[in-house]
Protein backbone atom coordinates (compact mmCIF):
# COMPACT_ATOMS: atom_id res chain seq x y z
CA UNK A 1 0.00 0.00 0.00
CA UNK A 2 3.11 2.33 0.33
CA UNK A 3 2.49 3.44 -3.52
CA UNK A 4 -0.90 4.10 -3.02
CA UNK A 5 -0.16 6.30 0.22
CA UNK A 6 2.36 8.38 -1.69
CA UNK A 7 0.10 8.81 -4.82
CA UNK A 8 -2.30 10.03 -2.00
CA UNK A 9 -0.16 12.46 -0.71
CA UNK A 10 1.14 14.05 -4.13
CA UNK A 11 -2.73 14.32 -5.22
CA UNK A 12 -3.01 16.27 -1.47
CA UNK A 13 -0.40 18.46 -2.66
CA UNK A 14 -2.30 21.27 -4.68
CA UNK A 15 -5.26 21.18 -2.75
CA UNK A 16 -3.52 22.36 0.04
CA UNK A 17 -1.47 24.95 -1.66
CA UNK A 18 -4.68 26.31 -2.79
CA UNK A 19 -6.78 26.53 0.55
CA UNK A 20 -3.66 27.84 2.39
CA UNK A 21 -3.33 29.94 0.00
CA UNK A 22 -6.66 31.40 0.27
CA UNK A 23 -7.19 31.93 3.93
CA UNK A 24 -3.47 33.29 3.88
CA UNK A 25 -4.65 35.98 1.40
CA UNK A 26 -7.87 36.96 3.33
CA UNK A 27 -5.74 37.55 6.63
CA UNK A 28 -3.49 39.22 4.39
CA UNK A 29 -6.44 41.49 3.35
CA UNK A 30 -7.74 42.25 6.74
CA UNK A 31 -3.73 43.69 7.41
CA UNK A 32 -3.67 40.84 10.14
CA UNK A 33 -5.45 42.59 12.42
CA UNK A 34 -7.73 40.69 15.12
CA UNK A 35 -10.15 43.78 15.37
CA UNK A 36 -10.58 43.78 11.25
CA UNK A 37 -10.86 39.29 11.80
CA UNK A 38 -13.03 39.05 14.13
CA UNK A 39 -15.52 41.75 12.12
CA UNK A 40 -15.09 39.04 9.12
CA UNK A 41 -16.33 36.32 11.62
CA UNK A 42 -19.81 37.83 11.91
CA UNK A 43 -20.03 37.80 8.20
CA UNK A 44 -22.12 34.96 6.02
CA UNK A 45 -19.28 35.01 3.81
CA UNK A 46 -17.22 33.87 6.79
CA UNK A 47 -19.88 31.01 7.42
CA UNK A 48 -19.66 29.96 3.38
CA UNK A 49 -16.05 30.18 3.32
CA UNK A 50 -15.89 27.28 6.36
CA UNK A 51 -18.68 25.87 5.46
CA UNK A 52 -19.37 24.29 1.97
CA UNK A 53 -19.81 22.33 -0.72
CA UNK A 54 -16.57 20.59 -0.12
CA UNK A 55 -16.63 20.60 3.55
CA UNK A 56 -20.02 18.64 3.34
CA UNK A 57 -17.60 15.93 1.50
CA UNK A 58 -14.37 16.59 4.39
CA UNK A 59 -16.74 15.91 7.37
CA UNK A 60 -17.59 12.08 6.63
CA UNK A 61 -14.49 11.28 4.88
CA UNK A 62 -12.78 12.19 8.35
CA UNK A 63 -15.09 10.27 10.06
CA UNK A 64 -14.96 7.35 7.82
CA UNK A 65 -10.90 8.02 7.85
CA UNK A 66 -11.19 7.39 11.43
CA UNK A 67 -13.02 3.94 10.96
CA UNK A 68 -9.17 2.44 9.94
CA UNK A 69 -7.82 2.87 13.42
CA UNK A 70 -10.87 0.36 14.71
CA UNK A 71 -10.48 -2.17 11.75
CA UNK A 72 -7.68 -1.94 9.01
CA UNK A 73 -9.60 -4.15 6.41
CA UNK A 74 -11.51 -0.63 5.75
CA UNK A 75 -8.35 1.25 4.63
CA UNK A 76 -8.96 -0.16 0.72
CA UNK A 77 -12.22 1.70 0.59
CA UNK A 78 -10.86 4.82 2.35
CA UNK A 79 -8.20 4.70 0.02
CA UNK A 80 -10.64 4.57 -3.15
CA UNK A 81 -12.85 7.48 -2.05
CA UNK A 82 -9.97 9.58 -0.93
CA UNK A 83 -8.62 8.94 -4.13
CA UNK A 84 -11.74 10.20 -6.11
CA UNK A 85 -12.28 13.40 -3.34
CA UNK A 86 -8.22 14.14 -4.38
CA UNK A 87 -9.14 13.94 -8.25
CA UNK A 88 -11.93 15.94 -8.72
CA UNK A 89 -10.48 18.80 -5.96
CA UNK A 90 -7.25 18.47 -8.41
CA UNK A 91 -9.54 19.43 -11.51
CA UNK A 92 -11.82 22.12 -9.74
CA UNK A 93 -8.45 24.03 -9.10
CA UNK A 94 -6.83 23.51 -12.72
CA UNK A 95 -10.08 25.12 -13.92
CA UNK A 96 -9.88 28.18 -11.83
CA UNK A 97 -6.18 28.08 -12.75
CA UNK A 98 -6.63 28.40 -17.00
CA UNK A 99 -9.19 31.03 -16.50
CA UNK A 100 -7.24 32.79 -13.82
CA UNK A 101 -9.52 32.92 -10.94
CA UNK A 102 -7.66 31.91 -8.24
CA UNK A 103 -6.82 33.64 -4.95
CA UNK A 104 -3.03 34.79 -4.00
CA UNK A 105 -1.99 36.50 -1.47
CA UNK A 106 0.93 39.34 -1.90
CA UNK A 107 4.72 38.07 -1.38
CA UNK A 108 5.95 39.98 1.84
CA UNK A 109 8.25 39.52 3.86
CA UNK A 110 5.59 38.38 6.50
CA UNK A 111 3.78 36.27 4.32
CA UNK A 112 7.50 34.47 3.59
CA UNK A 113 7.55 33.95 7.17
CA UNK A 114 4.47 32.34 8.20
CA UNK A 115 4.80 30.19 4.76
CA UNK A 116 8.51 28.95 6.02
CA UNK A 117 6.71 28.05 9.14
CA UNK A 118 3.87 26.08 7.78
CA UNK A 119 6.52 24.18 5.20
CA UNK A 120 8.51 23.14 8.25
CA UNK A 121 5.38 22.37 9.90
CA UNK A 122 4.43 19.74 7.76
CA UNK A 123 7.51 18.30 6.65
CA UNK A 124 8.09 17.59 10.70
CA UNK A 125 4.45 15.92 10.23
CA UNK A 126 4.86 13.77 7.02
CA UNK A 127 8.44 12.87 8.09
CA UNK A 128 6.78 11.42 11.35
CA UNK A 129 4.27 9.70 9.51
CA UNK A 130 7.40 8.38 6.79
CA UNK A 131 10.07 7.24 9.15
CA UNK A 132 7.49 5.49 11.95
CA UNK A 133 5.16 4.05 9.07
CA UNK A 134 2.06 5.76 10.37
CA UNK A 135 0.72 5.96 6.64
CA UNK A 136 -2.89 4.85 8.28
CA UNK A 137 -3.15 8.36 9.56
CA UNK A 138 -2.18 9.87 6.39
CA UNK A 139 -5.83 10.32 5.46
CA UNK A 140 -6.92 11.82 8.40
CA UNK A 141 -3.92 14.44 8.50
CA UNK A 142 -4.67 15.73 5.07
CA UNK A 143 -8.31 16.27 6.05
CA UNK A 144 -7.66 18.11 9.23
CA UNK A 145 -5.24 19.92 7.40
CA UNK A 146 -8.19 21.67 4.83
CA UNK A 147 -10.68 21.82 7.72
CA UNK A 148 -8.41 23.39 10.14
CA UNK A 149 -6.62 25.53 7.48
CA UNK A 150 -7.90 28.96 9.45
CA UNK A 151 -6.93 27.74 12.95
CA UNK A 152 -3.40 26.41 11.75
CA UNK A 153 -2.33 29.96 9.96
CA UNK A 154 -4.05 32.25 12.97
CA UNK A 155 -2.12 30.00 15.18
CA UNK A 156 1.48 30.32 13.54
CA UNK A 157 0.37 34.06 13.22
CA UNK A 158 -0.42 34.33 17.14
CA UNK A 159 3.54 32.29 16.88
CA UNK A 160 4.81 34.93 15.12
CA UNK A 161 3.45 37.94 16.97
CA UNK A 162 5.96 38.86 19.41
CA UNK A 163 8.93 38.10 16.56
CA UNK A 164 6.64 40.08 14.21
CA UNK A 165 5.84 43.30 16.33
CA UNK A 166 9.70 43.29 17.24
CA UNK A 167 10.55 43.64 13.54
CA UNK A 168 7.28 45.92 13.42
CA UNK A 169 8.15 48.75 16.03
CA UNK A 170 11.99 48.52 14.81
CA UNK A 171 10.90 49.54 11.52
CA UNK A 172 8.86 52.17 12.16
CA UNK A 173 11.35 53.56 14.39
CA UNK A 174 13.73 54.08 11.96
CA UNK A 175 10.93 54.97 9.60
CA UNK A 176 10.64 57.90 12.26
CA UNK A 177 13.78 58.93 12.51
CA UNK A 178 14.22 58.93 8.91
CA UNK A 179 11.47 61.30 8.00
CA UNK A 180 12.23 63.71 11.35
CA UNK A 181 15.86 63.78 9.60
CA UNK A 182 14.76 64.68 6.04
CA UNK A 183 13.19 67.43 6.70
CA UNK A 184 13.25 69.74 3.62
CA UNK A 185 10.97 67.41 1.79
CA UNK A 186 6.78 68.65 1.81
CA UNK A 187 5.28 65.88 3.31
CA UNK A 188 1.44 65.36 2.54
CA UNK A 189 -1.21 62.96 4.22
CA UNK A 190 -4.48 61.87 2.65
CA UNK A 191 -6.64 59.79 4.91
CA UNK A 192 -10.50 59.44 5.24
CA UNK A 193 -13.21 56.40 4.47
CA UNK A 194 -12.87 56.69 0.99
CA UNK A 195 -11.19 58.66 -2.01
CA UNK A 196 -7.90 58.39 -0.70
CA UNK A 197 -6.15 56.64 -3.50
CA UNK A 198 -8.06 58.66 -5.95
CA UNK A 199 -7.28 61.97 -4.71
CA UNK A 200 -3.81 60.69 -3.93
CA UNK A 201 -3.03 59.39 -7.75
CA UNK A 202 -4.68 63.06 -8.76
CA UNK A 203 -2.59 65.16 -6.92
CA UNK A 204 0.60 63.22 -7.44
CA UNK A 205 0.03 63.27 -11.39
CA UNK A 206 0.14 67.14 -10.71
CA UNK A 207 3.13 67.38 -9.00
CA UNK A 208 5.22 64.50 -11.08
CA UNK A 209 4.66 66.91 -13.93
CA UNK A 210 6.40 69.87 -11.86
CA UNK A 211 8.65 68.39 -9.40
CA UNK A 212 10.34 65.74 -8.31
CA UNK A 213 7.53 63.36 -5.98
CA UNK A 214 7.20 60.31 -4.52
CA UNK A 215 3.68 59.14 -3.46
CA UNK A 216 2.59 55.39 -2.06
CA UNK A 217 2.12 53.22 -4.70
CA UNK A 218 -1.37 51.44 -5.50
CA UNK A 219 -3.33 51.11 -2.50
CA UNK A 220 -0.42 51.04 0.35
CA UNK A 221 -2.14 52.73 3.55
CA UNK A 222 -0.49 50.95 6.35
CA UNK A 223 2.26 52.17 8.48
CA UNK A 224 4.19 49.18 8.35
CA UNK A 225 4.28 49.65 4.36
CA UNK A 226 4.96 53.24 4.23
CA UNK A 227 7.66 52.81 6.85
CA UNK A 228 9.32 50.12 4.23
CA UNK A 229 8.46 53.19 1.39
CA UNK A 230 10.26 55.47 3.57
CA UNK A 231 13.15 53.84 4.55
CA UNK A 232 13.50 52.34 1.03
CA UNK A 233 12.50 55.24 -1.19
CA UNK A 234 12.24 58.52 1.04
CA UNK A 235 15.47 60.94 -0.22
CA UNK A 236 16.36 64.55 -0.28
CA UNK A 237 16.17 64.97 -3.95
CA UNK A 238 12.31 64.49 -3.68
CA UNK A 239 10.39 68.12 -3.18
CA UNK A 240 7.38 66.41 -1.94
CA UNK A 241 6.00 63.22 -0.64
CA UNK A 242 2.36 62.48 -0.71
CA UNK A 243 0.97 59.48 1.56
CA UNK A 244 -1.85 57.83 1.67
CA UNK A 245 -3.09 56.39 4.96
CA UNK A 246 -5.89 55.28 7.35
CA UNK A 247 -6.01 55.13 10.73
CA UNK A 248 -8.64 51.97 12.40
CA UNK A 249 -8.28 53.35 15.97
CA UNK A 250 -7.88 56.46 17.59
CA UNK A 251 -4.68 55.71 19.24
CA UNK A 252 -3.16 55.18 15.51
CA UNK A 253 -3.42 58.65 14.25
CA UNK A 254 -0.43 60.02 16.61
CA UNK A 255 1.45 57.15 15.46
CA UNK A 256 1.15 57.89 11.92
CA UNK A 257 1.35 61.29 11.93
CA UNK A 258 5.14 60.66 13.71
CA UNK A 259 5.90 58.29 10.71
CA UNK A 260 5.10 60.52 7.72
CA UNK A 261 5.71 63.89 9.33
CA UNK A 262 3.93 65.89 6.97
CA UNK A 263 2.70 69.55 6.56
CA UNK A 264 -0.12 69.29 4.81
CA UNK A 265 -3.42 67.02 5.58
CA UNK A 266 -6.43 65.80 4.03
CA UNK A 267 -9.14 65.08 4.80
CA UNK A 268 -11.36 63.65 1.81
CA UNK A 269 -14.70 61.97 3.63
CA UNK A 270 -16.09 60.33 7.26
CA UNK A 271 -18.43 58.06 6.33
CA UNK A 272 -20.09 54.30 8.01
CA UNK A 273 -16.86 52.52 6.33
CA UNK A 274 -14.74 50.60 8.98
CA UNK A 275 -17.06 52.02 11.88
CA UNK A 276 -17.24 48.18 13.07
CA UNK A 277 -13.21 49.17 14.15
CA UNK A 278 -13.97 52.26 15.89
CA UNK A 279 -17.46 50.78 17.45
CA UNK A 280 -19.49 54.33 17.41
CA UNK A 281 -19.70 57.30 15.25
CA UNK A 282 -19.04 59.20 18.35
CA UNK A 283 -15.59 57.27 18.38
CA UNK A 284 -15.28 58.12 14.66
CA UNK A 285 -15.88 62.29 15.90
CA UNK A 286 -12.95 61.79 18.83
CA UNK A 287 -10.51 60.72 16.28
CA UNK A 288 -11.35 64.01 14.36
CA UNK A 289 -11.03 65.72 17.09
CA UNK A 290 -7.44 63.79 17.27
CA UNK A 291 -6.35 65.28 13.79
CA UNK A 292 -7.45 68.73 14.74
CA UNK A 293 -5.24 68.70 18.28
CA UNK A 294 -2.40 66.98 16.09
CA UNK A 295 -2.39 70.18 13.48
CA UNK A 296 -2.45 73.02 15.67
CA UNK A 297 0.25 71.39 17.62
CA UNK A 298 2.50 71.01 14.96
CA UNK A 299 1.42 73.82 12.58
CA UNK A 300 -0.26 72.19 9.86
CA UNK A 301 -2.36 73.01 7.20
CA UNK A 302 -5.95 71.19 6.84
CA UNK A 303 -7.90 70.66 3.86
CA UNK A 304 -11.53 69.21 4.29
CA UNK A 305 -13.96 68.25 2.09
CA UNK A 306 -17.40 70.41 3.68
CA UNK A 307 -19.65 68.39 1.58
CA UNK A 308 -19.16 65.99 3.93
CA UNK A 309 -21.71 65.82 6.69
CA UNK A 310 -19.71 64.32 9.39
CA UNK A 311 -16.88 66.81 8.59
CA UNK A 312 -19.36 69.83 8.72
CA UNK A 313 -20.46 68.91 12.05
CA UNK A 314 -17.25 68.73 13.60
CA UNK A 315 -16.24 72.13 15.51
CA UNK A 316 -12.65 72.91 14.29
CA UNK A 317 -10.62 75.31 16.69
CA UNK A 318 -10.39 78.71 14.70
CA UNK A 319 -6.55 78.91 15.29
CA UNK A 320 -6.81 75.75 12.74
CA UNK A 321 -5.11 76.56 9.27
CA UNK A 322 -8.33 75.11 7.58
CA UNK A 323 -9.03 75.21 3.30
CA UNK A 324 -12.77 74.35 3.08
CA UNK A 325 -13.87 72.94 -0.35
CA UNK A 326 -16.91 72.74 -1.75
CA UNK A 327 -20.00 73.88 -4.49
CA UNK A 328 -21.03 76.91 -2.19
CA UNK A 329 -20.04 79.98 -0.44
CA UNK A 330 -19.25 79.23 2.72
CA UNK A 331 -16.30 77.10 2.26
CA UNK A 332 -13.00 78.48 0.73
CA UNK A 333 -12.25 76.69 -2.59
CA UNK A 334 -15.41 76.79 -4.60
CA UNK A 335 -16.36 75.12 -7.90
CA UNK A 336 -19.42 75.45 -10.38
CA UNK A 337 -19.86 73.01 -13.34
CA UNK A 338 -19.85 74.76 -16.49
CA UNK A 339 -20.70 71.30 -19.12
CA UNK A 340 -19.75 67.94 -18.98
CA UNK A 341 -19.65 67.60 -22.93
CA UNK A 342 -18.10 64.80 -25.40
CA UNK A 343 -16.10 63.26 -22.02
CA UNK A 344 -14.52 66.53 -20.79
CA UNK A 345 -15.73 68.43 -17.84
CA UNK A 346 -15.78 71.98 -18.25
CA UNK A 347 -16.00 73.83 -14.37
CA UNK A 348 -15.23 77.21 -13.11
CA UNK A 349 -12.78 77.21 -9.47
CA UNK A 350 -13.10 80.30 -6.91
CA UNK A 351 -10.53 80.63 -4.39
CA UNK A 352 -8.98 83.80 -2.91
CA UNK A 353 -11.12 85.42 -5.12
CA UNK A 354 -9.78 84.73 -7.90
CA UNK A 355 -12.25 83.07 -10.78
CA UNK A 356 -10.63 80.24 -13.54
CA UNK A 357 -12.20 78.12 -16.29
CA UNK A 358 -10.64 74.64 -15.97
CA UNK A 359 -11.22 71.40 -18.35
CA UNK A 360 -10.35 67.63 -17.32
CA UNK A 361 -11.32 64.68 -18.48
CA UNK A 362 -12.02 63.40 -15.75
CA UNK A 363 -16.14 63.14 -15.39
CA UNK A 364 -18.47 63.89 -12.84
CA UNK A 365 -19.48 65.64 -9.28
CA UNK A 366 -17.30 63.74 -7.00
CA UNK A 367 -14.01 63.84 -8.97
CA UNK A 368 -14.17 67.90 -9.80
CA UNK A 369 -14.89 68.13 -5.81
CA UNK A 370 -11.66 66.63 -5.38
CA UNK A 371 -10.03 68.13 -7.83
CA UNK A 372 -10.76 71.53 -6.03
CA UNK A 373 -8.84 71.35 -3.37
CA UNK A 374 -5.70 69.33 -5.35
CA UNK A 375 -5.84 73.04 -7.75
CA UNK A 376 -6.22 75.14 -3.91
CA UNK A 377 -3.38 73.24 -2.69
CA UNK A 378 -1.92 73.53 -6.09
CA UNK A 379 -2.30 77.50 -5.86
CA UNK A 380 -1.07 77.53 -2.44
CA UNK A 381 2.33 76.11 -3.80
CA UNK A 382 2.81 78.68 -5.97
CA UNK A 383 1.84 76.86 -9.30
CA UNK A 384 0.50 79.12 -12.27
CA UNK A 385 -2.66 78.74 -13.66
CA UNK A 386 -1.56 77.74 -17.19
CA UNK A 387 0.19 75.02 -16.16
CA UNK A 388 -2.46 73.92 -13.77
CA UNK A 389 -4.24 74.05 -16.89
CA UNK A 390 -2.29 71.48 -18.67
CA UNK A 391 -1.57 69.50 -15.88
CA UNK A 392 -5.46 68.91 -15.41
CA UNK A 393 -5.58 67.41 -19.22
CA UNK A 394 -3.35 64.40 -18.03
CA UNK A 395 -5.17 63.12 -15.29
CA UNK A 396 -6.18 59.69 -15.76
CA UNK A 397 -8.46 57.61 -13.31
CA UNK A 398 -6.45 54.98 -11.47
CA UNK A 399 -6.61 51.41 -12.25
CA UNK A 400 -9.72 49.65 -10.47
CA UNK A 401 -10.74 53.27 -9.09
CA UNK A 402 -13.29 55.01 -11.29
CA UNK A 403 -11.79 54.06 -14.30
CA UNK A 404 -14.17 54.61 -17.54
CA UNK A 405 -13.56 51.55 -20.19
CA UNK A 406 -15.07 51.63 -23.43
CA UNK A 407 -16.70 48.44 -24.34
CA UNK A 408 -18.02 47.87 -27.85
CA UNK A 409 -21.47 47.72 -26.63
CA UNK A 410 -21.11 48.73 -23.00
CA UNK A 411 -19.58 52.04 -21.23
CA UNK A 412 -17.90 50.02 -17.77
CA UNK A 413 -17.30 51.94 -15.02
CA UNK A 414 -14.40 49.85 -12.90
CA UNK A 415 -14.69 51.47 -9.50
CA UNK A 416 -14.12 47.44 -8.29
CA UNK A 417 -11.53 48.63 -5.27
CA UNK A 418 -14.03 50.97 -4.23
CA UNK A 419 -17.06 50.48 -2.07
CA UNK A 420 -18.99 53.00 0.72
CA UNK A 421 -22.49 54.19 1.11
CA UNK A 422 -21.59 57.69 -0.16
CA UNK A 423 -19.26 56.13 -2.50
CA UNK A 424 -22.15 54.35 -4.05
CA UNK A 425 -25.11 56.91 -4.35
CA UNK A 426 -22.51 59.64 -6.31
CA UNK A 427 -21.81 57.10 -8.46
CA UNK A 428 -25.40 56.31 -9.43
CA UNK A 429 -26.31 59.91 -9.45
CA UNK A 430 -24.03 60.11 -11.93
CA UNK A 431 -24.97 57.17 -14.50
CA UNK A 432 -28.16 59.34 -14.70
CA UNK A 433 -26.31 61.48 -17.22
CA UNK A 434 -26.92 58.91 -19.74
CA UNK A 435 -29.93 57.50 -21.49
CA UNK A 436 -28.73 54.01 -21.39
CA UNK A 437 -29.82 50.99 -19.48
CA UNK A 438 -28.25 50.95 -15.85
CA UNK A 439 -26.90 47.96 -14.04
CA UNK A 440 -25.18 47.54 -11.08
CA UNK A 441 -22.78 44.65 -10.31
CA UNK A 442 -22.11 44.62 -6.60
CA UNK A 443 -20.58 43.34 -3.94
CA UNK A 444 -21.39 44.07 0.18
CA UNK A 445 -19.81 46.59 2.05
CA UNK A 446 -18.24 45.12 5.02
CA UNK A 447 -17.41 46.74 8.36
CA UNK A 448 -20.46 48.62 9.28
CA UNK A 449 -20.90 46.19 12.45
CA UNK A 450 -24.51 46.84 13.78
CA UNK A 451 -25.50 49.65 11.10
CA UNK A 452 -24.81 47.36 8.24
CA UNK A 453 -28.97 46.43 8.39
CA UNK A 454 -29.97 50.02 8.21
CA UNK A 455 -27.30 51.20 5.52
CA UNK A 456 -27.69 48.76 2.98
CA UNK A 457 -31.61 48.98 3.33
CA UNK A 458 -31.39 52.77 2.90
CA UNK A 459 -28.87 51.93 -0.15
CA UNK A 460 -31.57 48.93 -1.46
CA UNK A 461 -34.92 51.59 -1.18
CA UNK A 462 -32.96 54.61 -3.01
CA UNK A 463 -32.31 51.85 -6.00
CA UNK A 464 -35.74 50.69 -6.05
CA UNK A 465 -37.80 53.59 -4.77
CA UNK A 466 -36.13 56.20 -6.96
CA UNK A 467 -35.19 54.06 -9.79
CA UNK A 468 -31.90 54.27 -10.23
CA UNK A 469 -30.91 50.95 -11.69
CA UNK A 470 -32.50 49.21 -14.61
CA UNK A 471 -30.79 45.74 -13.55
CA UNK A 472 -28.97 44.59 -10.12
CA UNK A 473 -26.62 41.37 -10.56
CA UNK A 474 -25.19 40.28 -6.40
CA UNK A 475 -21.66 39.04 -7.21
CA UNK A 476 -20.98 37.24 -3.49
CA UNK A 477 -23.83 35.65 -0.80
CA UNK A 478 -23.40 38.17 2.27
CA UNK A 479 -26.97 39.15 2.45
CA UNK A 480 -28.12 38.28 -0.77
CA UNK A 481 -31.28 36.83 -0.28
CA UNK A 482 -32.38 40.14 1.86
CA UNK A 483 -30.98 42.43 -0.08
CA UNK A 484 -33.49 40.91 -3.02
CA UNK A 485 -36.36 40.66 -0.30
CA UNK A 486 -36.03 44.50 0.33
CA UNK A 487 -35.96 45.34 -3.64
CA UNK A 488 -38.73 43.21 -4.49
CA UNK A 489 -40.64 44.87 -1.29
CA UNK A 490 -39.98 48.21 -2.59
CA UNK A 491 -41.66 47.33 -5.93
CA UNK A 492 -37.76 46.11 -7.81
CA UNK A 493 -39.11 44.12 -10.79
CA UNK A 494 -37.83 40.39 -9.63
CA UNK A 495 -37.00 39.87 -13.35
CA UNK A 496 -34.23 42.94 -13.26
CA UNK A 497 -32.14 41.00 -10.52
CA UNK A 498 -29.86 38.76 -12.09
CA UNK A 499 -27.77 35.92 -12.34
CA UNK A 500 -25.38 36.23 -15.39
CA UNK A 501 -23.49 38.74 -17.13
CA UNK A 502 -25.06 37.06 -20.01
CA UNK A 503 -28.25 38.24 -18.87
CA UNK A 504 -27.12 41.75 -20.19
CA UNK A 505 -28.05 42.26 -23.91
CA UNK A 506 -29.16 46.02 -24.44
CA UNK A 507 -26.54 49.00 -24.63
CA UNK A 508 -25.57 49.47 -21.07
CA UNK A 509 -23.77 51.42 -18.67
CA UNK A 510 -22.64 48.95 -16.24
CA UNK A 511 -21.01 50.00 -12.22
CA UNK A 512 -18.85 47.34 -10.97
CA UNK A 513 -18.62 48.28 -7.07
CA UNK A 514 -15.76 46.05 -4.99
CA UNK A 515 -13.44 43.23 -5.69
CA UNK A 516 -15.26 40.20 -6.68
CA UNK A 517 -17.20 42.02 -9.71
CA UNK A 518 -14.10 41.52 -11.01
CA UNK A 519 -14.63 38.20 -12.28
CA UNK A 520 -17.85 39.70 -14.32
CA UNK A 521 -15.70 42.63 -15.53
CA UNK A 522 -12.60 40.45 -16.75
CA UNK A 523 -15.61 38.08 -19.02
CA UNK A 524 -16.39 41.74 -20.33
CA UNK A 525 -12.72 43.13 -21.13
Not at 126 to 141: Q, R, T
Not at 410 to 433: G, K, P, V
Not at 480 to 486: A, S, T, V
Request: hydrophobic share 50%; proline share 2%.
Amino acid sequence: MIFEHYIILLLAILPILYKYSFWLYLIQLKEYRWDRIKEYLSTPQWKSAIINIWTVVELPLLFLSLIIYFNPAFEIIVINVMFLFLIMQNIFIFRKLLTWHFIKPKLTSRLLLIISLLFTWFIIDISFIVILNLWSYIYSYILLLYLIAPLIILLIIFILWPLVNKIKLKKINKAIKKSKRINNIIKIWITGSYWKSSVKEYLSSILEQHWNTLKTPDNINTELWISDLILNKLKNSYDYFVAEMWAYKIWEIELLWKIVNHKYWFLTAIGNQHIALFWSQDNIKIWKSEIAKSILKNNWVLYVNWNDQYIRETKFDKKLKIVKYWKFNWSNAIYNIVEIKKWVTKFEFIYKKNSFLFETKLLWEHNILNLTWIIAFCYDQWLKTLEIKEYLKNIKTPKNTLNIIKHKKHILIDDSYNLSEDWLYAWLDAMNSFKWKKILIMDDILELWEWSNSIHYAIWEFIARWKKINKVLFCWINYKQIFIKWLIDWWFNKKNIINNIKDINEKSIILFEWRWTQKYLNKLK
